[in-house]
């Protein structure tokens, strides 16, 4: 079933095209990976699906419903959740406090909240930390704390933007495991990265933008056989590396 | 019909005068983001400083504004390295507050060393002469401290946008790390902005005493309009507050004519939600 | 900020206030505190400004919207009560209650539009409000314009709202007023709602992406904090048995809302009373002790801590307990040999 249907999405800013006319889906229980070089537009598309913008054209349907240009808070009660690339804790609130706000989304009544906070916490591996103000954190630690808090409101849909830029590779690793368990549970999720090693491996689909554009949308597979894609973003060493670990192609 | 253009003459006169005040506040929140709540006392000692000159030693309020102002700009620098300088950083209430208290400090010290009498510098060379033109009558210290208002705001402008000190004033106002990194001291620009932003102020209540009795809550009121004017005119924009202020002038000359004098005030705030709603920039901000 | 790891609906600090406040409602029965009126006086006005303080703690505090406008409600408040018995010869009960309502009425419409503004804008919007009303007020004939409400003498008692042979009435009422305002203030901090203002006081379009309608929040909070302003301002009235626009709808009259509550500790439940408990006085006694010396002395010294606190301190007397707790805490546990927790 499909969950999220971006049709024709176009986002303007005056002269600027960020978006011009992206589509794609994203099928209920996937993972989806969003990919391309900077500028592409990724986030510019996150902000439209998430209400932080109002598309110039182009419809947005979530669960057989349209919620195009609806305010970011309507979206997120209707299920489809975003982290922020540039993470924003809330800083003078303890981590739990963060993601208790998180919880308060589906659970009005404390006790139902507290439990729920305290299990994604433990998910994201913040226990240590949950009393400290979440300003204190690393960034790895403010990482998986915006991924915790938006986990908390029970989201149906999961956008995360680039929760593994700047983790060393141990705790990339770490993070594609919470993803797999979080996919095993039930959540869709759609994954901005630039760290490859961190969406290729997990991703059921991968679409790609370059210049506002989309270029491919595709198995991870075949994306890195993909010529455009490989001029555009990956470069050919990355994608003969991949074919390589993955068995298929001549080194394999 | 020669009525309205006298009223809109008086207001733009007042006006400009605001405008005065306002584009050394406009300096100050434009660089520093900070909210000078002084600001208005800063006009009520300059007054003094003036009124004194004139009273004790004979001074006309004409040459006094240089002293006035130099007294003024010594105050602001002193403002900033002794309270200023620690709110920097953190939420712009601390900054507001502090200079609350120093507001509160500087108004009722004055009062307590010259009692709340209003006062009257009578005789100066400006007082009870007045300009006619056509059938308008332009009251000359109001003229003067107008004409002086334009020249200090003009030359203010031409300092900020087309010298390098003004370049590095607007480099630290738009990143201060960033301006540091290119070499320049932005801690003696804070300084400086604040000093000549206290001289601007001080300029104006320099001349006032000409056509205004000076006592210690003179400035409140002004300070507010200063506020006023330097938010809808934009953060930060010298000719934005600029406008501003004649606009506030006019508006508050043709309510209190037309409507009724209680009614100058309310015209002038309900002007500056007016134009902030639909502006939540301001006139012309950035 | 808030231990919410507590889950408990009562806990040890709860005990501590309600022990606090059998001690502050049994103090009138000792003579040495009632014998002396100037010092019943002192203390019903801390238990208003703590109240006052609250109040604005809601909006300014835990939501985050510096707004200088609380002298309006408070006005609103007086004025009603003040209506109700001079105006209209009644009891001013009917007069408070709709105070309170037409308070949180207008404070939605004018802050609705003021909540699009940000930062210093909305500050100063905040200043033209007040100024605006006051000036209003000034020439509004039906509630008496710049002559204001004087209270005619009617018999003393709850009924009435009015005590004229000893503070002890008043004093009790002001405890009512700050239990129940406390009280609103502690229930909303520890439920959603609570959360949800500080959410969106540390980052609305954060606390947007996670489903926090954050327009809702801020007028609803606005809503509460325009009620209880108003509460306290009739109480003011029937204590002072006098309004008039300057009294009440200034600008200074909505600094102190700020003040008490800033240099107390914004955004924490106590802050509010400690900034009363120690400003109150501080402004009565120098008064007492200098007013008397002419040209403001008090207020000279005042302006003085004021600008002292704020720079030194911005978390207020929290700020300062907090830091004392932590010295002391830090000594015991070098002591000890504890190693200080490092962060990951």
Same mark, same amino acid.
């Given at each position: 079933m499909t969950l999220l249907d971006v049709q024709n999405v176009t986002m303007k800013f005056g002269e600027l095209v960020?978006?011009? =006319?992206v589509s794609f889906t994203v099928e209920a229980g996937s993972i989806v990976g969003l990919i391309g070089p900077n500028g592409a537009g990724k986030t510019t598309l996150f902000n439209c699906i998430s209400g932080l913008y109002k598309p110039t054209g182009g419809r947005i349907v979530f669960d057989g419903e349209d919620i195009t240009g609806l305010k970011p808070y309507r979206i997120a009660r209707k299920g489809a959740v975003r982290t922020f690339q540039v993470v924003r804790p809330l800083k003078d609130m303890s981590v739990f406090d963060n993601v208790l706000v998180g919880a308060f989304? =589906?659970?009005?009544e404390k006790r139902e909240a507290f439990d729920r906070a305290a299990e994604c916490i433990r998910l994201c591996s913040l226990e240590s930390l949950q009393e400290r103000p979440a300003g204190d954190l690393s960034i790895g630690g403010k990482k998986r704390l915006e991924m915790a808090r938006a986990l908390a409101t029970r989201p149906k849909l999961l956008m995360l933007d680039e929760?593994?830029?700047?983790?060393t590779s141990t705790e990339v690793k770490a993070s594609v495991e919470v993803i797999r368990r979080l996919r095993e549970s039930g959540i869709t999720m759609m994954i901005v990265e630039h760290v490859m090693e961190g969406i290729m491996p997990i991703a059921d689909k991968i679409v790609v933008l370059d210049g506002g554009v989309k270029i491919a949308e595709d198995a991870p597979k075949n994306i890195v056989h993909d010529p455009r894609v490989i001029e555009a973003y990956l470069g050919s060493k990355y994608s003969k590396r991949y074919r390589a670990l993955r068995g298929d192609g001549p080194l394999g | 019909m020669e009525t309205f253009i006298q009223v809109l003459i008086d207001g733009m006169l007042s006006g400009m005068v605001y405008a005065l005040v306002a584009a050394g506040l406009c300096l100050i929140w434009g660089v520093m983001d900070v909210i000078n709540f002084a600001h208005g006392e800063y006009l009520m000692v300059a007054m003094y400083v003036s009124y004194w000159l004139g009273f004790l030693a004979n001074v006309d309020p004409l040459m006094s504004t240089v002293a006035a102002g130099a007294f003024v700009f010594v105050l602001g620098v002193l403002t900033y390295k002794l309270i200023i300088r620690f709110t920097i950083?953190?939420?712009?209430l601390v900054a507001l507050l502090a200079t609350f208290g120093l507001a509160m400090f500087l108004k009722n010290v004055c009062m307590n060393l010259f009692s709340p009498n209003f006062r009257i510098l009578s005789g100066t060379f400006l007082s009870d002469k007045t300009f006619h033109l056509g059938g308008l009558i332009f009251p000359v210290p109001q003229l003067t401290a107008a004409i002086m208002a334009v020249i200090v705001v003009g030359l203010v402008y031409a300092l900020v946008s087309g010298t390098r000190f003004g370049w590095a004033v607007q480099a630290t106002a738009m990143d201060r790390d960033a301006a540091e990194l290119m070499g320049i001291n932005t801690e003696r620009i804070y300084v400086l902005v604040f000093g000549i932003g206290g001289a601007c102020v001080g300029i104006a209540g320099g001349i006032m005493p000409s056509y205004l009795a000076v006592h210690p809550e003179v400035g409140s009121m002004f300070g507010l309009i200063a506020f006023i004017c330097v938010a809808m005119g934009g953060f930060g924009s010298i000719p934005g507050a600029f406008l501003a202020g004649i606009l506030v002038g006019v508006v508050e000359s043709l309510a209190g004519f037309y409507i009724a004098p209680v009614f100058k005030y309310i015209a002038v705030f309900g002007l500056y939600l007016a134009v902030v709603f639909l502006r939540p920039k301001g006139i012309l901000g950035w | 900020m808030v231990n919410s790891l507590q889950r408990k609906a009562f806990t040890r600090k709860d005990a501590v206030w309600l022990v606090f406040l059998a001690i502050l409602a049994l103090l009138p029965l000792l003579p040495v505190v009632t014998a002396n009126s100037f010092r019943m006086h002192v203390m019903i006005l801390i238990l208003l400004f703590a109240s006052m303080a609250q109040a604005w703690n809601i909006i300014g505090g835990y939501c985050g919207q510096v707004s200088f406008g609380h002298s309006v409600f408070f006005g609103i408040g007086a004025y009603g009560a003040g209506m109700a018995v001079v105006t209209y010869g009644g009891l001013p009960w009917p007069g408070i209650l709709i105070g309170m309502i037409v308070a949180a009425i207008v404070a939605v419409i004018i802050s609705y539009p003021c909540f699009k503004l940000s930062g210093h804008y909305f500050a100063i919007a905040t200043f033209a409000i007040v100024e605006i009303f006051n000036r209003a007020f000034l020439v509004?004939?039906?509630?008496?314009?710049?002559l204001g409400l004087d209270y005619p003498l009617a018999d003393e008692g709850l009924k009435n709202l009015m005590w004229h042979n000893s503070k002890v009435g008043y004093y009790y009422c002001a405890l009512v007023i700050f239990v129940l305002i406390f009280g609103i203030v502690r229930w909303l901090e520890s439920n959603r709602f609570g959360y949800y203002m500080r959410a969106v006081r540390e980052g609305q379009e954060t606390a947007e992406s996670l489903g926090v309608n954050s327009t809702a929040v801020k007028l609803t909070a606005m809503a509460l904090s325009a009620a209880m302003a108003a509460i306290c301002g009739a109480f003011f009235v029937q204590y002072n048995l006098r309004v008039d626009p300057p009294m009440v709808m200034s600008l200074d009259m909505s600094m102190k809302f700020v003040l008490v509550t800033i240099l107390g500790g914004s955004g924490t439940l106590v802050g509010p009373l400690l900034g009363a408990a120690v400003l109150i006085p501080m402004q009565e006694y120098t008064r007492a002790l200098w007013g008397g010396l002419g040209g403001g002395v008090d207020l000279i010294v005042f302006g003085l801590l004021i600008i002292l606190m704020v720079i030194k301190q911005p978390a207020g007397m929290i700020g300062i307990v907090r830091d004392v707790r932590s010295w002391f805490f830090k000594k015991r546990d070098a002591a000890k040999g504890d190693v200080p927790y490092d962060t990951p």
């Open positions: 960020a978006n011009d =006319r989304l =589906r659970s009005s929760v593994m830029a700047g983790l | 950083g953190k939420p712009g | 509004w004939d039906w509630i008496g314009g710049a």
